[in-house]
């Protein structure tokens, strides 16, 4: 039996911009995790009334399981408001869950894409 790595999914609510977009996203996460050979637990979605809630559930359960891996749908999903980098956040959830921010969305990805295949192989997949 094969156990495939969780990973888990977040994503803010308050940047949908039409009606499908949530689950587009929750799509895009979903085909994300399957293509790098991930299993996906919750997909985490911050409301914009009670910011950073479901950031703060994601490292709680980051930490209660174990896994060290979420997929965002783009990496605006990791910009606070008003932040012009998502540098804190992710090195927040680098340094206190120890996890690896993967970026769904090939074309928002940058470097990613290479340092993702870095990982993935220091991983053994």
């Known amino acids: 039996m094969n156990v495939k790595p969780l990973v888990y999914g ?4 308050d940047l949908v911009k039409h009606a ?3 689950a587009e996203w ?7 995790a399957t293509a790098e050979g991930f299993e996906v637990g919750t997909v985490f979605q911050e409301p914009p009334d009670l910011m950073w809630s479901a950031l703060a559930a994601l ?4 930490k209660r ?6 997929v965002v749908p783009a990496i605006s999903h990791m910009l606070r408001p008003g932040s012009a980098t ?3 956040l992710v090195e927040l959830l680098r340094t206190e869950a120890h996890a690896f921010v993967w970026v769904a969305d090939p074309a928002d990805r940058d470097g990613a894409a290479a340092e993702s295949a870095a990982t993935a192989a220091r991983r053994g997949r």
Do not use: G
């Open 10 to 13: 977040y994503l803010r609510t």
């Open 26 to 32: 929750d799509r895009q996460i979903r085909e994300f």
């Open 65 to 70: 399981s174990e896994c060290h891996d979420v």
């Open 20 to 22: 499908n977009q949530l």
């Open 59 to 62: 490292m709680i359960e980051l």
């Open 86 to 88: 998502p540098n804190a």
